[in-house]
């Protein structure tokens, strides 16, 4: 076929890039192999898992309890299981154990040892814990956890285990590194095998390949210098940003790509370079806004590790959205024509950009705008009944249960919960700001008063303070006793801490509500906070869900302003809003079952504690809202542009479901690999995010994009073009820019 020529305005921003394509390429090419080399160093920076609710009561009491008690946030729990069966709590051994640890207690980072006190279950006498506590902070500690795991003796006839939360955190930094190699090795091939059965040669299946990774390259390589600087990023970002980056990265890549192979059918290089940038990179632009907004909501949740995956997802798709813009398009100017060389042969299939309205998709358009009600009945139910699990989600905090047992911090913790009373060691902690002296007898009578009324309240087990181990109202404390009670960090000076041990766990609603009670009814005469594990993790849970409203609220607001914008139209945008709900509750219901009720868990090694992780919600919300929305703008944005030169909904509905039904399955298949690699990594979290991002784009573009959408376009008629007259100014400034060549039937 003889091309067509068009002249293209020297402006337009094809035109532009196709002038400065060299340039562009090398400079992209400089940009990333500079900030490729400390990508691979960024992992190592980020020790902090990001639940620090800053500020809360539960944070002060700790910050409390360390400057004025000489308790230590930084410490480890030693595990030793018997080898050999023996009874490890006689004192014999315990006397040898501890002559074995000698050369750790000496160490300079350690401030003080001893065997846990928390009461021992029975028959678990082959299994004893020590706590370590350490000098420094958890950061300072993190830095150098290699040489104090290293410290810890092999301590004879036993096996060794070191757990606790510094140890957890550790492990979850080295499982980051690790699943980022994982999921790299499987989602990057598996994404250009897809490629190359889209597109049946070579260059143009590499070229979504290298934009994705070179966007994840650049954007880790930037995030090295944000947490070199100090900056406190979540261990779990490095996961997030390569996901990300791989997804939205070849996606963008692939509709670019697609778009400029079909332009060339009839006009030169410049000339088709420029269509693909006005018309596909256009919508590369309103995905990207719409990723970005999702992303951007997440800081409304005052927890760090949400404000950290918002700066790294923002950055990536931000990253993501300018080499799509830039770096593609001169590498399509650069290879032109080319894009059609080193041809595959995969069966049957054009390598020459034909074949994307294929019979298939026209008889798939037909049936369903033959059929449009009964089908968008059926698929609506089928996605309610989808979603009935999500209904009985119950969110959680778990903490060594974030890793596989086959990590040393996990099993240990496991071990821990075999041989010790737990609810006792995740107790209720009240840093206590007395107006006088512990040792002075008002203070004694205050506490133990106190203690009386806690002992009343439902819900409580026992009550322990320094002022338990006070006969009476003595007016004294004897020198012995004194250095005890120092010794075991209960009270110094004006401060003390009363321990709280519950009835049932540390997440139990009953603790729960007995934390609140505590902090309802504050008692006279002395400061509280009320900390430890069950108020530290309430007050997680708090955070989250005082964020969800706003979160939802500015995700769906900011969502429909970015599509009206997209596609001038009242109706369209609100329609794309609801369809991404209904595959998102499908979604949330899947992962109920796996995580919260064990479906399938085994499968996929994951621990079911019967909840689900409580950031997952909100995270899986923001993430797979903005990115389903790509798939909803490719095929809007087709349908529009048919629609200003046809004048006719259903054909125009029927082009935009073949012209990008393949492409969008294709782009699908792609982030569902490359999601989907994370589900078999060791992290819980994003082993649910993989879950959920996966289900949610295949839910969204096998049923949701290829049935349900183009139905309710039929079903709408005119409707769906519906603009106010108020608002007529703005479609009269969209008309000229989809030109009518670019709308082919």
């Known amino acids: 076929m003889k091309e067509r020529q068009y002249k293209t305005p020297k402006r337009q921003w094809g035109s532009i890039i196709y002038r400065c394509r060299w340039a562009v390429a090398i400079a992209w090419v400089f940009f990333i192999v500079v900030l490729g080399a400390f990508a691979v160093r960024t992992p190592s920076l980020l020790q902090d898992s990001g639940f620090t609710p800053t500020g809360s009561q539960s944070e002060r009491g700790i910050a409390f309890l360390e400057e004025n008690l000489d308790m230590s946030a930084a410490s480890l729990d030693i595990v030793l299981q018997s080898t050999e069966g023996k009874n490890l709590t006689a004192s014999e051994a315990q006397d040898r154990i501890w002559e074995e640890l000698a050369p750790l207690r000496d160490k300079p980072f350690v401030q003080d040892m001893y065997a846990s006190m928390v009461t021992r279950k029975a028959g678990e006498d082959g299994i004893i814990s020590y706590t370590v506590l350490l000098n420094e902070t958890a950061s300072e500690a993190l830095k150098h956890f290699d040489e104090i795991k290293a410290a810890v003796p092999e301590i004879a006839g036993t096996e060794t285990y070191i757990t606790g939360n510094l140890a957890v955190y550790h492990d979850m930094s080295a499982a980051v590194r690790h699943d980022i190699v994982r999921a790299e090795s499987f989602g990057i091939p598996a994404a250009l095998v897809i490629l190359l059965l889209l597109f049946r040669t070579l260059p ?192 959680g905090i778990p903490s060594a249960e974030v890793l596989p047992p086959s990590y040393e911090s996990r099993y240990g913790a496991e071990l821990m919960k075999k041989a010790y009373d737990m609810k006792e060691a995740n107790s209720i902690m009240i840093a206590a700001e007395l107006d006088r002296h512990y040792e002075d007898s008002r203070s004694v009578r205050l506490v133990k008063s106190y203690m009386t009324m806690l002992e009343e309240l439902p819900g409580v087990h026992r009550v322990e303070s320094y002022a338990g181990y006070i006969k009476g109202e003595a007016s004294g404390v004897s020198p012995e006793l004194k250095s005890e009670i120092e010794k075991r960090h209960a009270a110094k000076g004006r401060a003390a801490v009363i321990v709280v041990v519950p009835e049932e766990g540390e997440s139990s609603p009953n603790t729960v509500r007995l934390v609140r009670e505590i902090r309802q009814h504050p008692p006279e005469g002395m400061h509280i906070y009320v900390t430890g594990s069950p108020a530290y993790k309430l007050d997680i849970m708090d955070r989250i869900q005082s964020g969800i409203p706003y979160v939802l609220a500015v995700v769906l607001l900011l969502t429909y302003i970015i599509l009206f914008a997209a596609f001038r139209s009242v109706l369209l945008p609100l329609k794309a809003v609801a369809m991404n709900l209904l595959s998102l509750g499908a979604s949330f219901g899947l992962v109920t079952l796996v995580f919260q009720l064990g479906y399938g868990a085994e499968w996929l090694n994951v621990t079911y504690t019967g909840s689900v992780f409580a950031v997952l919600p909100i995270l899986i919300f923001c993430v797979v809202f903005g990115i389903s929305m790509d798939y909803e703008v490719m095929m809007l944005s087709r349908i529009v542009e048919a629609y200003k030169m046809e004048r006719n909904n259903e054909r125009s509905t029927a082009i935009g479901l073949q012209r990008t039904g393949g492409m969008i399955t294709g782009a699908a298949l792609i982030l569902a690999v490359v999601a989907g690699a994370f589900m078999f990594t060791d992290n819980e979290l994003m082993k649910a995010l993989g879950l959920g991002l996966t289900a949610s784009v295949l839910i969204d573009v096998t049923v949701v994009r290829i049935l349900l959408v183009p139905s309710l376009m039929k079903l709408l008629g005119k409707a769906n073009w519906w603009l106010p007259g108020w608002l007529s100014f703005l479609a009269k400034k969209g008309e000229g820019e989809a030109p009518g060549e670019n709308a082919r039937p």
């Open 204 to 395: 143009a299946a590499l070229l979504p390949v290298v934009i994705g990774v070179g966007s994840v390259a650049a954007t880790m390589g930037g995030l090295y210098f944000v947490a070199a600087n100090g900056a406190a990023l979540s261990n779990f970002l490095p996961n997030m940003v390569t996901m990300l980056g791989l997804a939205v990265g070849i996606d963008y890549a692939l509709f670019m790509v697609s778009r400029f192979r079909e332009e060339l059918a009839e006009k030169d290089v410049p000339n088709a370079l420029a269509a693909a940038c006005r018309t596909s990179g256009r919508s590369v632009l309103y995905s990207g806004a719409a990723v970005m907004a999702g992303l951007l909501a997440l800081c409304l949740v005052d927890l760090p590790i949400f404000r950290s995956l918002a700066l790294g997802g923002m950055l990536v798709v931000l990253v993501s959205v300018l080499a799509a813009s830039t770096l593609l398009p001169a590498l399509l100017g650069i290879l032109g024509r080319r894009i059609f060389s080193l041809p595959i042969k995969l069966g049957r299939g054009h390598a020459d950009g034909a074949g994307y309205g294929s019979k298939a998709w026209v008889r798939l358009s037909e049936w369903i705008m033959s059929r449009p009600g009964v089908i968008a009945a059926v698929v609506t139910a089928a996605l309610l009944i989808a979603m009935l699990p999500s209904l009985q989600m119950k969110l």
